[in-house]
C-alpha cells in the first residue's frame, strides 16, 4: 500500500505546472478527457516526456457524461459499421482486465415486441454476430428468451406488447473514475499533468508548433510549454483549437447533444439493465446503479456553448414519453427527476446524414503546422485511439523509439486485482472493515470507484471516526481526492470524482456545508470565495433538475 501512497501523490497541482513552465517535452497533450489521458499513458509508457492539459477538471468534457457504458455499440451494427463494432467490441474485455474493479459486466436485456424493432430471427444473428466479431467467451454469448422468460426478468414491462427478448453482455464504468485513474496512470510513468490550464494559443518555430501558450486559470498567469510535438484531444473543441492553428478547413466536426435523466429507484425499479426502442426508431438504456436508475440517451444536433450544456425541458420529456411508453406503470414526471446530465459528441460531419445516422468512427486531422488532432470514437475505444496517435508521432518525429504500444499490459493504479473473484473478495473484506462502523452498505461504492486505494480512504477514516460516520468517509473521500487527484473545487469533488450530484443526492445534500467547509481550511478560502463556490455549486445543483 505503501507503493500507491507513494505514486498517486503525483498528481501536485503546484510542482506540475512549475515542471510545466520549466521542462522542454517530447509531446504536449491538450484535452484531459479518456481521448487525452489514454494519449499520455500510451506515450509516457513507451519512454516519451509528456506534458497534459487540461482547461477544466479532468473528464469535465463528454467524459464525464457519457452512458457510462463500456460496450460495442449494438446499433452500429445496423449501420453495417463491422470494423468499428470489431474493435470496440474486442476492447471491452480489455479494459474489464485492466480495471475489473472499475469496468464491471453488466448484463443487458433487450426486450423484442409484434409491432416495432427488429424480429426475433433478425435480433438472434445480429447479437450473434455482435458476440463473434468482439470474441466474446462462449459464457457469456447471447441468450434468446421466451416472452414468458423476459416478463420474469423484467415484470415492469407491457406484457400485451412483448414477444419475446435477449440477453447479452456489455460492461458498465463510472467514466470519470476511469479517466482520473486513466490521468494518475500516465502520472506514475511520468507525465507530467495539470487541469485548470487552457491553451489560449500555440508557439510557432519557422511556422512549425513547438509548443502552446497557456494561462493557469487558478492563479491567472500565462506561461509557455514547450514540446517537440503538440497533440489536441480537445473532443468538441477541437474545430475551436483548430481555428486557433487556421487550421480549419476539409471536414469539420458535427456535435450532438446527447441527456441522461437520474430517477430514484425506488420510482422506477428496473431489475436489470434494459435497453429498448423508442417511437422514433431510437434505442435507449435504463441502468440501475444503487438507490437510482438512469435513463438515456438522446441524440439532437447542438448549436450552443460548448462550455456550457445542460439538460432542456424537451430532452426531459422526450425520456419520460420513451420510459412510459414501455414500462406503463412507472407513470414517470418531470417531478421525479433526481438528476441528469448532458454531453456532447464530437462526431465527423457526413452531408446529408442525421444525428443518428453520423459514424462513432474517430478521425485524425494534421495540420500543414504540425498540429495534431483526434476526435471522435468511443470511451470504450480509447486506447486503440491512443495507440493510432502514438504510433503517428513516433513515426513522424521519434524514429529512435522503438517501442511498441504497451498499454494492454499496463493496469489502472489502484487495479492490481487478477480476476472478478478477487474484486468480490476485497470487498468483503472492505465491507467486514466498514460493518464495525455501521458503513458496511457503503463497500461496493467505495471498492468500485477506488479500487485498492479504498485501504488509503479506510485508514485516514479510522484516525477520526466520529458520531456521524458517514460524514467522516466523506470527508476521508475528499481529504484522498484533495492530496491524491488534483480536486480544486467542490464541482470536481461531488460530480467527477464520487459522482454524489448524480447518483446520491440525497448524501450530497447531508454533507454539503460540511464539505465546503473542509474545501474552505484546506485552501485558506476567504469568506467571499467561500460564498462565491458556495453559489456556484447550489447552482450546478438546481441545472440538473429544473428545467
Ligand atoms: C450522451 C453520450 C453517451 C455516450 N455513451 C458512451 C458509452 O456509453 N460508451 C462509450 O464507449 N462511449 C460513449 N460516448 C462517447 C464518449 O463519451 C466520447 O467518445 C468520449 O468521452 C470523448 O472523449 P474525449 O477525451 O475525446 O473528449 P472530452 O471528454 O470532451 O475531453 C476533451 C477535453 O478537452 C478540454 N479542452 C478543450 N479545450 C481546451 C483547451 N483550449 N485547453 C485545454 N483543455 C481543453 C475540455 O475541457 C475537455 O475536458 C457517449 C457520448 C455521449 C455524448
Known amino acids: 500500500m505503501d507503493e500507491y501512497f507513494f505514486k498517486s501523490r503525483i498528481l501536485n497541482r503546484a510542482s506540475n505546472i512549475s515542471q510545466l513552465k520549466s521542462e522542454s517535452f517530447d509531446l504536449l497533450i491538450i484535452g484531459g478527457g479518456i481521448t487525452g489521458a489514454g494519449i499520455a499513458l500510451d506515450a509516457a509508457s513507451r519512454g516519451l516526456n509528456v506534458a497534459l492539459v487540461e482547461k477544466n477538471d479532468f473528464a469535465f468534457g463528454t467524459s464525464s457524461r457519457s452512458t457510462k457504458l ?37 448484463k443487458m436485456l433487450l426486450p423484442l415486441y409484434e409491432t416495432r424493432g427488429f424480429g426475433s430471427l433478425l435480433t438472434s444473428i445480429g447479437l450473434k454476430l455482435y458476440d463473434w466479431l468482439a470474441g466474446v467467451k462462449p459464457e457469456d454469448q447471447r441468450r434468446m428468451l421466451t416472452r414468458n422468460q423476459t416478463l420474469k ?7 400485451e406488447d412483448v414477444k419475446g427478448g435477449a440477453i447479452y453482455a456489455e460492461y458498465r464504468t463510472d467514466d470519470a473514475r476511469l479517466t482520473i485513474e486513466l490521468i494518475k496512470t500516465a502520472a506514475q510513468y511520468g507525465a507530467c499533468v495539470a487541469n485548470y490550464s487552457e491553451v489560449e494559443d500555440f508557439i510557432y518555430q519557422d511556422e512549425k508548433i513547438t509548443g502552446a501558450k497557456v494561462k493557469d486559470l487558478i492563479s491567472d498567469f500565462l506561461f509557455q510549454i514547450k514540446a517537440k510535438v503538440v497533440v489536441s484531444a480537445t473532443g468538441p473543441w477541437v474545430d475551436e483549437l483548430r481555428t486557433i492553428n487556421h487550421s ?41 446503479r444503487g438507490e437510482i436508475t438512469y435513463v438515456g440517451t438522446t441524440d439532437t444536433d447542438y448549436q450552443g456553448s460548448i462550455d456550457e450544456v445542460h439538460t432542456s425541458k424537451e430532452d426531459a420529456e422526450y425520456l419520460i414519453r420513451a420510459v412510459n411508453r414501455t414500462f406503463p406503470e412507472v407513470n414517470l414526471g418531470l417531478e421525479d427527476i433526481e438528476s441528469s446530465w ?30 495534431i488532432s483526434i476526435a471522435g470514437g468511443k470511451l470504450t475505444g480509447y486506447r486503440k485511439m491512443a495507440e493510432r496517435v502514438v504510433d503517428l508521432v513516433i513515426e513522424k518525429y521519434f524514429d529512435e523509439v522503438e517501442s511498441p504500444c504497451q498499454t494492454e499490459n499496463i493496469p489502472f493504479i489502484g487495479s492490481d486485482f487478477k480476476n472478478d473473484n478477487q474484486v468480490k473478495e476485497y470487498l468483503v473484506s472492505v465491507a467486514e472493515k466498514l460493518q464495525k462502523i455501521g458503513l458496511s452498505h457503503r463497500a461496493a461504492y467505495l471498492v468500485h ?64 456545508n460540511k ?30 433538475h429544473n428545467f
Open 342 to 371: 448532458a454531453g456532447l459528441r464530437p462526431l465527423i460531419h457526413e452531408e446529408g446524414k442525421s444525428a443518428s445516422e453520423l459514424s462513432r468512427k474517430d478521425e485524425i486531422f494534421e495540420s500543414d503546422t504540425g498540429l
Open 70 to 106: 463500456i460496450h460495442g455499440g449494438l446499433r452500429y451494427l445496423k449501420q453495417l459499421e463491422f470494423g468499428l463494432v470489431k474493435e470496440v467490441g474486442s476492447e471491452r474485455a480489455v479494459v474489464h482486465k485492466l480495471a475489473p474493479h472499475l469496468v464491471v459486466p453488466e
Open 248 to 288: 480549419k478547413k476539409g471536414k469539420r466536426l458535427h456535435l450532438t447533444k446527447g441527456v441522461h435523466l437520474v430517477i430514484p429507484r425506488t420510482k422506477f425499479p428496473v431489475k436489470q439493465a434494459i435497453y429498448f426502442d423508442v417511437e422514433d426508431g431510437r434505442m435507449i438504456f435504463a441502468i440501475p
Open 515 to 544: 464539505v465546503l467547509e473542509e474545501f474552505g481550511v484546506h485552501f485558506n478560502w476567504s469568506s467571499q470565495k467561500f460564498q462565491k463556490e458556495k453559489s456556484e455549486l447550489e447552482m450546478s445543483i438546481k441545472l440538473v
Open 153 to 159: 426478468q423484467e415484470p415492469l414491462l407491457k406484457p
Open 449 to 512: 470507484n477506488y479500487g485498492r486505494q479504498t485501504d488509503l480512504i479506510l485508514s485516514h477514516l479510522l484516525k477520526s471516526l466520529a458520531n456521524n460516520n458517514e460524514l467522516e468517509l466523506v470527508k476521508a473521500e475528499l481529504w484522498f481526492c484533495l492530496t491524491h487527484e488534483m480536486v480544486v473545487n467542490p464541482s470536481d469533488f461531488f460530480i467527477r470524482r464520487t459522482g454524489l450530484l448524480y447518483f446520491n443526492r440525497p448524501l450530497l445534500e447531508s454533507v454539503f
